[in-house]
């Protein structure tokens, strides 16, 4: 399994931008698609996940209302959608699949593939 993420780049507060994970080979026990973040000095967190074949998404609070996490399933894609980015948002984001569950990823299980990460930087 292979995830490429891309979508990231230099903006200011209050753009948007939209992250793509593309998701190649086979793909065992794969339940559900993430992102994930790690801003400069911190730990990675979690962003927001979706349950395979879409429906059930779950986000970590701060990002709520400003972020969407989407798929399609015919293109092994998945997609982050982030509307009025802030500072505080800058941050290498990954994304992640397979091991778990959507809501086992919003509470900490570890997911079983991860992409490379694609830097979001927003300036102020």
């Known amino acids: 399994v292979q995830l490429q993420a891309s979508g990231g780049g230099l903006v200011q507060a209050g753009d948007s931008l939209r992250l793509a994970c593309a998701a190649s080979?086979?793909?065992?026990?794969?339940?559900?698609m993430g992102w994930f973040r790690q801003a400069p000095g911190k730990e990675r967190e979690f962003v927001a996940s979706?349950?395979?074949?879409?429906?059930?998404?779950y986000y970590q609070d701060s990002v709520k209302g400003r972020f969407t996490i989407s798929g399609d399933n015919t293109k092994n894609t998945w997609y982050l959608e982030i509307n009025s980015l802030k500072p505080e948002d800058t941050a290498v984001y990954y994304c992640?699949?397979?091991?778990?569950?959507?809501?086992?990823?919003?509470?900490?299980?570890?997911?079983?593939?991860w992409g490379r990460g694609t830097q979001v930087t927003v300036s102020s």
């Open positions: 992640a699949a397979g091991g778990t569950t959507a809501e086992g990823m919003r509470f900490g299980r570890t997911p079983a593939y």
């Open positions: 080979g086979v793909m065992p026990r794969v339940y559900a």
């Open positions: 979706i349950n395979w074949g879409g429906g059930v998404t």
